[in-house]
């Protein structure tokens, strides 16, 4: 009777040992981004910081988010395994110092979007040799599309981890997309994850001719197989500029299969499955 007793006992508190254990964060995430930057980029950030706290909540990663980009430093750091740039950079010195030791030293990171722009002249000029043609690889900014709209994405590496969930071919969030300066494909460093599929074509609106896309090689996400990092062009809402509403009309979050490679690329920098 004891040992029948032990054993049901052992059946209901299991089951919540369990859960109070996995409930631990697995690891910490801080989010770094610039407050007055441009309003789709804006938009962008205050989805990004409500979806991925939810989403941490549920895969049990902590997530926190900071303006303040001085926190960029050792010390600080320290407590977290994953580090994203929200359409954003550091510009001080010490900040980018700082970051590249931590990447050195195996920590990871997710830029999106504008955090890879890069034009001289500019108000962000390609002044960060290291982080624009070696990290992410891509040199300066070229073009973009415009406006902001959907393409076919298509898996060019669906053996990595952060794409072994995806079907071949999905359709993405509404987004700018860029051109950049370096053929990403000429890198053995870089593993391109991403890819706009040429059924996108013509991608973009107008009204430039420039800003419609009818052809060409687009990588939209990839790894520099050197450090423990992703960087994903998506990142920038559409905007009623045109009637003068500021309204935000698309959500980047608002696409599941899109969601789950963000969060499949994040637990993959975090160290899990």
């Known amino acids: 009777m004891i040992k029948l007793f032990a054993s049901i006992l ?10 109070a254990q996995d409930s631990v964060a697995a690891f910490n995430v801080i989010a770094f ?13 205050r989805e990004a910081n409500k979806w991925f706290a939810e989403i941490g909540k549920q895969s049990h990663f902590k997530y926190d ?29 010490a900040q980018r110092a700082a970051f590249r030791a931590y ?17 001289t002249p500019s108000d962000f000029n390609q002044d960060w040799d290291w982080y624009h043609q070696e ?20 898996v060019e590496d669906p053996g990595h981890p952060s794409t072994k969930r995806l079907p071949r071919l999905f359709k993405s969030s509404p987004n700018e997309w860029y051109r950049w300066e370096k053929d990403l494909v000429q890198n053995p460093d870089i593993d ?11 991608l973009g609106t107008g009204p430039k001719p420039h800003e419609i896309w009818h052809s060409g090689y687009y ?13 994903v062009n998506m990142g920038h809402n559409d905007i009623d500029f045109e009637h003068g509403t500021s309204r935000q009309l698309s959500y980047q979050f608002a696409n599941d299969t899109q969601n789950r490679f963000i969060l499949d690329a994040l637990l993959w920098l975090g160290g899990r499955q």
């Not at 980009?69 to 010195?93: H, I, K």
């Not at 990447?103 to 034009?119: P, R, S, T």
């Not at 990588?219 to 960087?231: F, G, H, L, Q, R």
């Open 10 to 19: 052992c059946s209901l508190v299991y089951p919540f040992a369990m859960y």
């Open 33 to 45: 981004f610039t407050p007055g930057t441009e309003i789709a980029h804006r938009s962008f950030t």
């Open 65 to 93: 988010s900071t303006s303040d980009w001085n926190n960029l430093n050792p010390s600080f750091l320290a407590g977290y395994q994953v580090v994203l740039f929200l359409d954003a950079r550091p510009e001080d010195p």
């Open 103 to 119: 990447m050195e030293m195996g920590g990871g990171w997710i830029g999106f979007h504008f955090a890879g722009f890069a034009l």
């Open 135 to 154: 990290f992410i690889g891509a040199g300066q900014y070229k073009s973009n599309t415009w406006r902001p709209t959907s393409a076919i994405l298509r």
């Open 192 to 202: 391109i994850l991403l890819a706009i599929d040429s059924s996108s074509f013509p």
């Open 219 to 231: 990588p939209v996400a990839w790894t520099n197989k050197k450090y423990k990092m992703i960087y």
